[in-house]
């Protein structure tokens, strides 16, 4: 049993307690009540079947301390995996679960079992830099390591468990390695290969992929559209949530949220796929209903895995192929139709117009040739040459014939 120190930090006892599911290991403290006196609190740890002792189910509960003694942390050595544990259950419980969901992994298969028994202020910078190059991932898997880890820290000097300094992540480099696979970028189609995914699709998904290629909107917000949303009189559609994991929830960003315009031949195919319908839907129907979990819409990572990914490499030859590639497709069309960098910001809802330039347009190989030709014209104005029209240059390549 562990002893409390009363009025200061308290470390709380382990207890035992039977429940329907077994006997478990209780962590508890006292809680001080503005009026003096003091009230019991509990969390249950853990099966006394899996713990096994009690030295294991003191260390299960050490990141309870931290919720047990509120601000009073300061100078008090605590693991880093009860802090990961705090972090990972209140510091990030604003975020979507989607984004909940992606950090964990990070924890629970690299940064605790490596650092998870020190103490926070054991972990070195040296160390953490060594072991994250060493291990074999990709560079943004172990930057996306190390960046978790960072927060950890920020936390911890928030909480004046560690002293106000420089965070030590930040010492942190992630080396590249020869090996190291370049960042890829998305695959983004011609009209000619989008038609012939499209083509090739069952219905209601060959409709979703219409939505995807002709609105660019984010595949959970496809799933997330309800018939609502979309006014064919006045040929717009709202974006108001998105669908992720199966859970309704919030757009992206503020941005995100925003009425478009729907062009008269993409109503027209939603309209046609209405009539399509067993029955007229309701307005608080999804467009795009699961046939198997009655009143959510279809899952798009079982539509993408068995349709679009097997189509697409067919017709690109590629692999890992998927549904923002379409979205990436859309945004570099606005490019090349000369779409005004504000309306492609407007029409994609990115909240930075440095997203839509940096990471989602793409320079098609036609523009950059025409884009490329102009300043060789002009570097080579005087130097004297002839062009002759074949085929090469019928399709955009100009051949040059030096006298």
């Not at 609190?41 to 003191?58: C, H, P, Y």
């Not at 309704?248 to 031949?265: C, E, H, I, Q, R």
């Amino acid at each position: 049993m562990l002893r409390r120190i009363r009025n200061t930090f308290q470390h709380g006892w382990i207890d035992r307690k039977p429940t329907s599911r077994g006997e478990v290991f209780v962590y508890r403290w006292r809680e001080r009540q503005p009026q003096g006196e003091y009230i019991q609190r509990s969390r249950q740890i853990g099966l006394v079947s899996e713990l096994k002792t009690t030295a294991k189910a003191i260390h299960a509960a050490e990141h309870f301390r931290i919720e047990a003694n509120g601000y009073k942390t300061a100078g008090q050595t605590f693991a880093f995996a009860a802090l990961c544990e705090r972090y990972l259950g209140e510091e990030t419980s604003g975020l979507e679960k989607t984004t909940r969901t992606w950090y964990r992994p990070w924890f629970k298969n690299h940064i605790i079992p490596k650092w998870g028994e020190m103490p926070i202020d054991h972990i070195k910078p040296f160390a953490v830099r060594e072991w994250l190059n060493a291990l074999p991932l990709s560079r943004k898997s172990r930057s996306h390591i190390r960046d978790q880890m960072k927060q950890v820290f920020k936390m911890a000097m928030l909480m004046e468990i560690i002293p106000y300094q420089q965070n030590p992540m930040e010492l942190v480099t992630v080396k590249s390695r020869p090996n190291d696979k370049p960042a890829k970028q998305k695959r983004v189609f011609t009209p000619e290969e989008f038609m012939a995914i499209a083509e090739k699709l069952p219905g209601p998904y060959r409709t979703m992929i219409y939505v995807a290629g002709c609105l660019g909107l984010r595949v959970s917000e496809i799933v997330g559209l309800q018939w609502w949303d979309i006014d064919f009189e006045r040929l717009e559609v709202t974006i108001r949530r998105k669908v992720a994991l199966q859970n309704v929830g919030k757009v992206k960003t503020k941005k995100s949220a925003a009425t478009l315009p729907l062009d008269l031949d993409m109503a027209t195919i939603l309209l046609e796929y209405r009539r399509c319908l067993e029955k007229e839907p309701k307005p608080t129907d999804w467009l795009f209903p699961s046939p198997v979990r009655i009143g959510m819409p279809l899952s798009p990572t079982h539509v993408q895995s068995k349709y679009i990914e097997p189509i697409a490499k067919r017709v690109t030859g590629e692999d890992g192929i998927g549904w923002h590639n379409f979205r990436h497709s859309y945004s570099t069309l606005l490019r090349e139709l000369g779409a005004d960098i504000k309306v492609q910001q407007e029409l994609l809802r990115h909240a930075d117009v440095r997203t839509t330039l940096n990471l989602y347009t793409q320079g098609s190989t036609a523009q950059k040739r025409k884009a490329n030709s102009k300043v060789v014209s002009i570097l080579m104005r005087r130097r004297p040459a002839t062009r002759r029209k074949t085929k090469e240059a019928r399709d955009g390549a100009p051949l040059l014939i030096a006298p």
